[in-house]
């Protein structure tokens, strides 16, 4: 049976969004960071490592440039532009990786849980289970941090049916499983409140690197994709997410690719440079009893038409 | 019955660290700096790979699948078999010429039934000079946790004994198959009385690895070499020459108190093609434009990495 998460809503009927200071988009820079395990326990559905049987160093160690190099140049990256990232993190690098997450508090960065590891996957995990999975997370977050964690994205995008019913249950403010628009959106759960906070599928250097685009062509999308947004965003608020992995733009090749897109966005004013967090509770806040109060009469004008 | 697994929450070590034992983690800006002779930026190692296909491998051989070109792998594969081949025949001695050109030394990996059917290749590398590393069996073989470590032994101790027949002198190098280990691998290449092992792309420096004997990972940055990029991501030839030059140019300008190795993977049935032999050649001519630039066989970098790092 379908399970109707959301209502149906043209982007261009809807209210105006408003982002703080008139702003027209709001761009959140995500880089990915991550654990692969080198021999995984567990295989849900998805085998990590198809190329040969496990382990397979090519994979793994590809993945570990990112922790060991490709992070810290990042960082530095970062810094250089002051943008306060969202981590997309598996919530392991904070026990096994202390220099990383120390790094990470030390710029104030906001965390948007990636699940434990990245070759975890939530493919066909039974409720309970799913249920420990994000309880330990919030958990491993308030015992690092003391802080309630704020968003949830599956780990290596893999979802269950319940999801985000799960996640709505454990305090969750926002998901970014859904990649179904360019503004935040209320997701209908069991309990309590969920809403998405658009992520990239298109912006996002992981999916590029399956094909062929370097960092030439990866710069160009993303001055392209904020072009866009940029224009539309005169009308009513839109959000644009940069999803990176330091194991692939922190590579010697493609950082300054990355550095000169940056550069260009940061060239515009209207722009506002936040954290999941931060448009997640804005929009809650300041947009939401709004949108809530149109689907409604809209809905109401629908069945009256019908 | 399948046996219980962990639940899903389980971590696979309490604390810091990786979740095998073959080095430990370390983080670019923690590290003790190792200069590189003459004050040079980068160290630059050109990884020419030799390399015999089997037409008919042994049952039970795993290759690497994303090699199976365009229309796919089938026995007995003459299309990916010849073209592979045309390598060992034809595209070699432009890239040879190439690297003459440019004045390159080498480091060769050299596979077992390459050294023993085309004793000749491994005569024009060393006349030139070149490191002579070992390189597994055939490009049909990877070395994977499905061999028993009796096999894999002697896998290994055959790689080494037919370079050292054809070349005449014991290699000091590995190069697995397509970047391929069992869990075992590492300890087994100390044991077998190696120096170094290229195996590992996960830093652009080296580092030594923990099997009881001083075995140093050398980098191989497989994500510019020429068949990561241009045979399994169909990265155009010029595109790959931009990476090339631009991954140097930022190793050079980054480096200062500690050198970075920059390695360029080099597979003659891909590069040594006519239609992609310029893009090798302008890609020399421009990371060749460099000063302070250590062009250096791996045993060289790695001897010179593991003086400095170790005790006296």
Redesign the interface.
Known sequence: MEPDRFTYSPIVDRPKLSWPGGARVAVWVLPNIE?Y???P??LNARDPW?????????G???K??G???GV??MFELMDKHEIRCTVSLNF?VI??????FEAMEARRYDYLCHG?YNT?YLWN?AED??R??IR?CVETLRRATGRQLAGWFGPAASFTLNTPDLVAEAGIKYCTDWYHDDQPFPIRVRKGKLITVPYSMDINDAIE????T???EFARMIIDHFDTVYAEGAESGRVMAIALHPYLYG??????HLDRALAYIKGHSDVWWATGEEIADHYAAHYLPALEAHLTVSGAERRAEA | MSEAKPPQTARYRQGAGYDHAHFEFSALPRRQPVPWPDGARVAFCVYLYLEYLELDPPKGTVRDPRYGGALGSYFPDYLNYSHREYGNRVGVFRVLDAFDRHGIKATVAANAMLAERYPALIEACRERGFEIAAHGTAASRMITSRMSEAEERATIAHAIEAVEAAAGARPAGWFGQDFSESARTPRLLAEAGLSYVADWPNDDQPYAMNVGKPLIAMPNQAQWDDTQQMAVRRVSPPRWRDVVIEAFDYLHQEASASGSVFTLGVHPWLLGQAHRIRYLDEALARTSQYGEVWQAAAGEVADWYRKRTTAA
């Open positions: 654990h395990e080198y021999q326990v567990h198809p190329r040969s049987p496990h382990p397979d160093i090519l793994y160690a590809d570990d440039y922790n060991r190099v810290w140049r392991a026990e096994h990786y202390p220099e990383i434990i975890r995990v289970e799913e420990e999975v330990d690197y399956r094909y062929s370097e960092g030439e590579q010697p090749h493609r950082i300054r």
